[in-house]
């Protein structure tokens, strides 16, 4: 039967301390086939062996080691030089995990973990129930209210502080139009007052302004659209990593984390909003043009 074995070896016992230069530090280690539910690997691939490990990216930054090194791993009371053939990335218990198929005994097991797999139509949410009533004290999850439990606090956090981002940006987006907008119309006070001397219409005017700054805002997009997937992506993982690992694991490369990019959201919706800003400021900004007259320009 497919299973995961995790166990907690601390320093003080023989199992499972895994050895950093002179000292040794406690590492979470599943033991089972992880190739029933694979995970992405940022490098190689998932241990198959007794002899194969794979590591967090922040256990691997940690251990000092990369994919390909090997890693003295006591288990049992014996010592074995472990070949790192992966690495992942995980934010469970501190990010500091590792997976291989080691033996393991009884006294070893801190819990077992089996993974079942429902027939289509099944309804997970009973059937969970149903187990965890049968089977108890274990506990029995639905994958999916498992994720909404563990992951879903992150989640709402990140959904909310993007939302308000999306709000502050599209008036600040407004606001520094407005500015910008009064302080080119008092530039061509001159220019536009004889325009409107010579018989020009105050709608086209106010549409040259209009173009001009849906065109800069157009170039803007498309400049902070390629900024978001590449250096946000970046600060992001920086920002984990820091998180997750301290000052010392900045730049080290222990976040690895993919943007999962929506893109009606990314690329209609907000740039949309956006134009929509612009476009509805920058008109009712450039509605001061009709002041401007040759004799006001004389008088001053």
Request: glycine share 10%; aromatic share 4%; no cysteine.
């Amino acid at each position: 039967n497919p299973y995961v074995a995790s166990l907690t070896p601390v320093v003080s016992t023989p199992q499972g301390s895994v050895e950093v230069g002179v000292s040794a530090v406690s590492l979470y280690v599943e033991n089972g086939d992880h190739t029933l539910l694979p995970l992405t690997y940022a490098e190689g691939r998932a241990a198959t062996d007794p002899t194969e490990i794979a590591l967090s990216l922040l256990a691997l930054n940690q251990a000092g080691r990369d994919v390909g090194d090997t890693l003295p791993v006591e288990v049992g009371g014996q010592v074995r030089d472990l070949t790192i053939v992966g690495s992942y990335q995980d934010i469970t218990n501190g990010g500091k995990t590792a997976k291989s198929v080691l033996p393991t005994q009884g006294n070893d097991v801190m819990w077992y973990v089996v993974g079942v797999a429902l027939a289509p139509g099944t309804d997970a949410a009973a059937t969970a129930q149903a187990y965890g009533d049968e089977l108890a004290p274990a506990k029995v999850h639905d994958i999916e209210q498992w994720r909404a439990q563990t992951l879903g606090p992150i989640a709402r956090q990140m959904t909310v502080t993007a939302a308000i981002s999306a709000v502050v940006a599209v008036a600040l987006v407004g606001l520094m139009t407005a500015l910008f907008t009064r302080m080119i119309l008092a530039r061509d006070a001159g220019p536009i007052a004889v325009q409107r001397a010579l018989g020009a219409d105050d709608g086209g005017l106010r549409a040259q302004y209009v173009t001009r700054m849906v065109l800069v805002l157009a170039l803007g997009v498309v400049v902070g659209a390629v900024a978001a997937a590449t250096l946000g992506e970046a600060m992001f993982n920086l920002m984990f990593e820091g998180l997750y690992g301290g000052m010392e694991a900045l730049g080290r490369g222990t976040s690895r984390i993919d943007f999962a990019v929506d893109p009606l959201l990314t690329y209609v919706l907000l740039p949309a909003a956006l134009l929509g800003s612009v476009s509805l400021v920058t008109a009712a900004s450039a509605r001061s043009l009709s002041d401007a007259r040759i004799s006001a320009l004389t008088t001053e």
